[in-house]
């Protein structure tokens, strides 16, 4: 094996120069670490550098981090048109990652494609269908059981196609980049929405959805919106009790849910330097909430120090020599600056219900018995993709450790979610686990678990009204355990377990007092913890397995009779016509999260099952016309029933259909199930307000029609039992309206302009029927 530098050198002889992909490498698992490197074609600083230079020149002007990354992978910089905000770049991405829930659907449409193997390198990792339980070691055993089917298939096409496989138990895919894949200037694209984690270490990934990933897979440029950029300006630095994850707390309450919807948030200033690597990752993780394309930060000594850790002191040293690509230009222009002053920041606790409803922590008490949430603490859960860092376990055990020592335990039950196999071992060998258990904790498996829904929670009844306390990033109505009368709340691993040893809401651990076993009272000391540890990281057990070199003999088999998984068939072309007489099926009231259209959960087994998993579109929307949910009319029978099977009921008389939804449409995960349901069951128009970036984007891969309102008052002229036609798609082009022809049940009408943002390209799709259709008449 050459240094990884050597090969970064030869990288400049070609385009298709070949290279080993370096990833985690331990001394004390060296034959581990050396079966991670995957052969495949990268970008190499020089190129990087290269493509910078060009593009610079081009604009005359300094260039923002984000911007060098970003206009470093373009496909064309000399060609290529660039306007933040306006036209769409052509990319060349790095690497692909894909978690289990998202990689059938994705695998699935490589299969469909008809190429042999991927283009680029490319992992599975297994952390979505682990449901927490009893314990991390139960719950494994049983998730390997019930999911031996789709683990099974993952496992099968990885190796036919040439896709590393993370196994169950591995970790959460965010954390799993980060120790191994996310490097200072790799661009990266995963199918999740928190793919934007591994902004922490200088990169660029961003969320997608699987159609996008089969692109990259396939070698195919990948089309990305040429982002905005915001700028926060970090001042000071962080102590006590405020940790990273305060920080983005602190931005999802000034631009919420949607203010970062077509950009990329880019920190910077002279307080990022107090930030460790893995804090920097939660900031960026997170940014998922506000809807950005991504967040990065600049490369610094923490990522070296994290690199270093991680057995990655090669790219460290490159870095060092390419520095200069891996920060902004000095004289950037941000379209929008942000400014936090770290020293000044306090401790926030955000929700109920949406991530961008932020709190002090010391008003979260007044706030809720104003508001009439429940005070008492029922669960406090740490860890997830956000925060499992051996960073966040150990400033979460120093407070374990606090109240141990004064003889208490927590009040509300409390889980512990390790990122990685490495981290669980570690913290083992360390002996928090043993802490966090002895304080009342339950340590769940290296999985998503209940941040995504995966948790079968017994302590409370469905409907019951209740608080839970998380370090996880989303909030959304049944998020966590499928009740919506539990009210969330998002905040740091610290204050979770202080908030669960106090068992109240009306606790702030900066000012109020605990009492100890023996009747004493105190008050906790600020936590702390390593950032690293000082006896480096123990790697754990071995889950990675490697595509072999031959895959000719390998099969992959889908049964079709399997509930779980179905092979694709090709969605229908354009005819040729305009859109006439689509009914209405549902006006969305409010808030329409990825949650609400395709709910994850229970459902996530029938992720690789097209027609299954559409029994559950939208059956968590509003109607606007009776406030209920799942509750709609069939227009052509006069009755009611679930929103899926009105939609079947329709397509099976041929009639197509449309959703009519609020602002920021499609917002949270990055699930392409949201679009493929809709285009499976006969739908052809999503019409909103506005939508989240990945979801428009799925939807149009998927050969739907994503419009929005020219005026959105024109939201409240269409009738839940309305019919529409859009016409003008026989010149259907970019930066032209569509005209929308509303049809009320009294007979009168109303005229509509209906705006849309698909490119030259996107109307090909459109017109084959889907991305993948495109593709293959492409061939």
């Known amino acids: 094996l050459l240094p990884y530098k050597v090969w970064n050198l030869l990288l400049v002889l070609g385009e298709g120069a070949r290279r080993l992909h370096v990833s985690a490498a331990f001394n004390a698992k060296a034959k581990v670490a050396m079966s991670r490197f995957e052969p495949g074609t990268s970008i190499s600083y020089e190129k990087l550098h290269e493509n910078i230079d060009i593009v610079r020149k081009r604009l005359n002007r300094p260039l923002t981090l984000s911007e060098k990354i970003v206009y470093g992978h373009l496909d064309d910089p000399v060609g290529q048109d660039i306007a933040r905000g306006r036209t769409y770049l052509?990319?060349?991405?790095?690497?692909?990652?894909?978690?289990?829930?998202?990689?059938?659907?994705?695998?699935?449409?490589?299969?469909?494609?008809?190429?042999?193997?991927?283009?680029?390198?490319?992992?599975?990792?297994?952390?979505?269908?682990?449901?927490?339980?009893?314990g991390g070691v139960e719950d494994l055993k049983r998730a390997k059981e019930v999911n031996q089917e789709v683990y099974n298939f993952l496992a099968t096409a990885g190796a036919k196609y040439g896709v590393g496989f993370w196994k169950p138990g591995s970790g959460i895919i965010h954390q799993i980049i980060l120790e191994n894949y996310a490097y200072p200037g790799v661009l990266l694209i995963g199918t999740d929405s928190h793919t934007p984690n591994g902004g922490g270490l200088g990169s660029i990934c961003i969320g997608v959805g699987g159609a996008d990933a089969v692109d990259v897979m396939a070698g195919i440029p990948w089309e990305l919106k040429c982002p905005n950029v915001i700028g926060v300006k970090l001042t000071g630095s962080l102590s006590g009790w405020t940790s990273p994850k305060d920080v983005i707390l602190k931005v999802a309450g000034i631009?919420?849910?949607?203010?970062?919807?077509?950009?990329?948030?880019?920190?910077?200033?002279?307080?990022?330097?107090?930030?460790?690597?893995?804090?920097?990752?939660?900031i960026c993780n997170m940014g998922a909430e506000i809807g950005a394309t991504t967040s990065v930060f600049p490369y610094n000594h923490r990522m070296k120090t994290y690199l270093n850790k991680t057995g990655r002191a090669d790219i460290a040293a490159l870095a060092d020599e390419h520095k200069d690509d891996l920060v902004p230009d000095k004289g950037c222009k941000y379209d929008h600056v942000i400014e936090i002053n770290l020293s000044e920041l306090k401790p926030h606790i955000n929700g109920p219900f949406t991530p961008d409803l932020a709190h002090p922590v010391s008003e979260i008490g007044a706030v809720a018995e104003k508001n009439g949430?429940?005070?008492?603490?029922?669960?406090?859960?740490?860890?997830?993709?956000?925060?499992?860092?051996?960073?966040?376990?150990?400033?979460?055990?120093?407070?374990?450790?606090?109240?141990?020592?004064?003889?208490?335990?927590?009040?509300?039950?409390?889980?512990?979610?390790?990122?990685?196999?490495?981290?669980?071992?570690?913290?083992?060998?360390?002996?928090?686990?043993?802490?966090?258990?002895?304080?009342?904790?339950?340590?769940?498996?290296?999985?998503?678990?209940?941040?995504?829904?995966?948790?079968?929670?017994?302590?409370?009844?469905?409907?019951?009204?209740?608080?839970?306390?998380?370090?996880?990033?989303?909030?959304?109505?049944?998020?966590?355990?499928?009740?919506?009368?539990?009210?969330?709340?998002?905040?740091?691993?610290?204050?979770?377990?202080?908030?669960?040893?106090?068992?109240?809401?009306?606790?702030?651990?900066?000012?109020?007092?605990?009492?100890?076993?023996?009747?004493?009272?105190?008050?906790?000391?600020?936590?702390?913890?390593?950032?690293?540890?000082?006896?480096?990281?123990?790697?754990?057990?071995?889950?990675?397995?490697?595509?072999?070199?031959?895959s000719g003999s390998v099969m992959v088999d889908v049964s079709p009779t399997s509930t779980r998984l179905q092979l694709l068939e090709p969605f229908d072309k354009w005819n040729?016509?305009?859109?006439?007489?689509?009914?209405?099926?549902?006006?969305?009231?409010?808030?329409?999260?990825?949650?609400?259209?395709?709910?994850?959960?229970?459902?996530?087994?029938?992720?690789?099952?097209?027609?299954n998993i559409s029994?559950?579109?939208?059956?968590?929307?509003?109607?606007?016309?009776?406030?209920?949910?799942?509750?709609?009319?069939?227009?052509?029978?006069?009755?009611?029933?679930?929103?899926?099977?009105?939609?079947?009921?329709?397509?099976?008389?041929?009639?197509?259909?449309?959703?009519v939804g609020d602002d920021n449409y499609g917002e949270g995960s990055s699930r392409e199930h949201a679009a493929l349901e809709p285009r499976?069951?006969?739908?052809?128009?999503?019409?909103?307000?506005?939508?989240?970036?990945?979801?428009?984007?799925?939807?149009?891969?998927?050969?739907?029609?994503?419009?929005?309102?020219?005026?959105?008052?024109?939201?409240?002229?269409?009738?839940?039992?309305?019919?529409?036609?859009?016409?003008?798609?026989?010149?259907?082009?970019?930066?032209?309206?569509?005209?929308?022809?509303?049809?009320h049940g009294d007979g009168s009408q109303d005229i509509i302009t209906l705006n849309h943002t698909f490119n030259e390209n996107q109307v090909e799709w459109f017109h084959a029927g889907s991305a993948l259709n495109r593709m293959k008449e492409l061939q």
């Not at 449409?109 to 979505?128: E, M, N, W, Y």
């Open 90 to 134: 052509r990319l060349r991405p790095d690497r692909v990652a894909m978690q289990d829930a998202t990689a059938q659907m994705a695998m699935l449409q490589f299969i469909s494609s008809g190429l042999p193997k991927v283009a680029v390198p490319s992992t599975i990792h297994c952390d979505h269908l682990i449901e927490a339980q009893i």
């Open 255 to 282: 631009l919420t849910v949607k203010g970062g919807t077509g950009a990329i948030v880019e920190y910077h200033g002279p307080g990022v330097d107090s930030i460790s690597c893995t804090g920097m990752a939660t």
């Open 373 to 550: 949430w429940p005070l008492e603490v029922k669960v406090g859960l740490i860890g997830s993709c956000t925060n499992s860092s051996y960073e966040d376990m150990g400033r979460a055990a120093s407070l374990a450790k606090q109240a141990l020592d004064k003889g208490l335990k927590c009040k509300a039950a409390f889980t512990v979610t390790p990122g990685s196999e490495q981290i669980r071992a570690t913290i083992e060998r360390d002996g928090f686990s043993k802490i966090l258990r002895d304080v009342g904790g339950v340590v769940l498996a290296n999985a998503c678990g209940p941040c995504i829904g995966q948790w079968d929670r017994k302590d409370v009844k469905m409907g019951e009204k209740n608080t839970i306390v998380t370090s996880y990033n989303r909030n959304f109505t049944s998020r966590n355990d499928a009740n919506p009368a539990t009210h969330a709340f998002v905040t740091s691993p610290e204050i979770v377990t202080a908030l669960a040893i106090a068992g109240t809401l009306k606790f702030d651990p900066e000012t109020d007092y605990l009492t100890a076993a023996n009747g004493e009272k105190f008050k906790l000391e600020p936590p702390n913890g390593d950032e690293l540890p000082a006896r480096d990281f123990d790697p754990g057990q071995d889950t990675y397995q490697h595509p072999p070199a031959e």
């Open 576 to 611: 040729g016509k305009d859109l006439e007489d689509l009914q209405v099926l549902i006006k969305v009231k409010g808030k329409c999260t990825t949650d609400h259209i395709s709910a994850a959960g229970p459902w996530l087994k029938f992720r690789g099952h097209l027609d």
């Open 615 to 659: 029994n559950n579109m939208l059956i968590g929307a509003i109607n606007i016309e009776n406030d209920a949910v799942n509750k709609i009319k069939n227009r052509l029978t006069g009755e009611y029933g679930g929103v899926p099977d009105v939609a079947r009921h329709y397509k099976a008389n041929g009639l197509s259909w449309v959703v």
């Open 680 to 743: 499976h069951l006969g739908g052809r128009v999503i019409l909103v307000k506005s939508f989240a970036r990945i979801h428009e984007t799925n939807l149009k891969k998927q050969g739907m029609l994503p419009l929005t309102f020219a005026d959105p008052t024109d939201y409240d002229k269409i009738r839940p039992d309305d019919k529409l036609s859009i016409m003008g798609l026989a010149t259907f082009a970019p930066g032209k309206p569509l005209k929308g022809v509303v049809k």
